[in-house]
């Protein structure tokens, strides 16, 4: 049972390369999540999806969309990288609004 | 998140109690939740409450939840250094959109 897969796992871009976070979940959950976890600042929400073919703004959506490709998949795209979006990016899913499962992490370098 | 505060660190001995605490804005949330966070990892559900409950027990932790004040606190009793780790509030609102604070950071010394 593999829960929440994220690929990759680390990754650096030059500042202006694009790149896509791949985040799959195998539990059936209706809602899928993209944050990114800064120190001191906890986790802030980039976007969500309620439900297959739906997705929503968070609280820092700017230099980011997503796609909620089906149930399962729900990936981040980063169009051109900054300096500033140097983070641990989590996808994390639920059913509605109980407990969320979390992936391992993305920890993304912009040089 | 802004709409969620803790403080950022706690520092206990072990085997004393510890008691981290935070406070919402959303007064719609469903539920709140208490998430623990170890180096390197994702984030693992510790325990939850529904909006109309005071309190929840679940062995060594007690989440007490006071609505009107919005004001949340997780207690974990007999400190271990395995309990070591940022520990997250959250609350999640009925649009499914669950918004967390920035962590409080656990240290316990032997």
């Known amino acids: 049972n593999a829960g929440v897969t994220q690929t990759p796992k680390f990754q650096v871009l030059k500042t202006g390369q694009s790149m896509t976070l791949q985040c799959a979940q195998d539990?059936?959950?209706?809602?899928m999540y993209w944050y990114r976890q800064d120190p001191g600042m906890g986790l802030r929400l980039i976007y969500y999806?309620?439900?297959?073919?739906?997705?929503d703004k968070g609280e820092v959506p700017n230099g980011y969309n997503v796609s909620r490709l089906n149930k399962r998949e729900f990936s981040l795209r980063l169009e051109s990288a900054a300096p500033s979006q140097t983070s641990v990016y989590f996808c994390?899913?639920?059913?509605?609004?109980?407990?969320?499962?979390f992936g391992q992490g993305t920890r993304l370098t912009v040089v | 998140g802004e709409d969620v505060e803790q403080s950022l660190f706690l520092s206990v001995r072990e085997g004393d109690s510890s008691v981290i605490n935070c406070t919402y804005t959303d007064s719609s949330s469903t539920y709140l939740y208490w998430y623990k966070q170890e180096p390197g990892a994702g984030l693992q559900l510790l325990t939850y409450?529904?909006?109309?409950?005071d309190m929840k027990q679940d062995q060594r932790l007690t989440v007490l939840l006071n609505k009107k004040d919005k004001h949340l606190s997780l207690r974990i009793a007999d400190t271990q250094t395995g309990d070591s780790a940022i520990y997250f509030c959250?609350?999640?609102?009925?649009?499914?959109?669950?918004?967390f604070g920035a962590g409080t950071r656990l240290t316990v010394k032997p």
């Open positions: 994390a899913s639920s059913f509605r609004n109980t407990e969320a499962f």
């Open positions: 959250a609350e999640s609102r009925e649009n499914n959109d669950m918004r």
């Open positions: 539990m059936n959950h209706n809602s």
């Open positions: 999806s309620a439900s297959e073919g739906t997705t």
């Open positions: 409450i529904f909006s109309n409950m």
